[in-house]
Nanobody, 124 residues
Framework: QVQMVESGGGSVQAGGTLRLSCAAS???????MGWFRQAPGKEREGVAC?????TTTYADSVKGRFSISKDKNFLYLQMDNLQPEDTAMYYC?????????????????????WGLGTQVTVSS
């Protein structure tokens, strides 16, 4: 059974930095992984994608500020120069099929396995 557990969220001031972690387990082959976020009253959006070929793609709103990486069974999201509009619940997710990351970041409908999320709050 695939399990995803996020950690590392918190409250920071604008311009600050956070690093989110996601512990993934229960799978036997590598596949695409991604980070998503959902702000209150808004739809969940894809933030960053990493496929098994090492390709990364990002939403335009976070390009140059966020970086996705993976080390063994841990997925990371380095978030620099955080802004109030980055405030949201952040989720990691895993796709079961082999595929390349789409331009513009991951697509929610492609991911069947999700964590419960970690809250990020950025104050001005």
């Amino acid at each position: 059974q695939v399990q995803m557990v996020e950690s590392g969220g918190g409250s920071v001031q604008a311009g600050g930095t956070l690093r989110l972690s996601c512990a993934a387990s229960g799978y036997t082959y590598e596949s695409m992984m991604g980070w998503f976020r959902q702000a209150p009253g808004k739809e969940r959006e894809g933030v960053a994608c990493l496929d098994l070929w090492g390709t990364t793609t990002y939403a335009d709103s976070v390009k140059g500020r966020f970086s996705i990486s993976k080390d063994k069974n841990f997925l990371y999201l380095q978030m620099d120069n955080l802004q109030p509009e980055d405030t949201a619940m952040y989720y990691c997710a895993r796709r079961s099929a082999w595929a390349r990351c789409p331009a513009g970041g991951p697509v929610q409908a492609d991911f069947p396995f999700w964590g419960l999320g970690t809250q990020v709050t950025v104050s001005s």
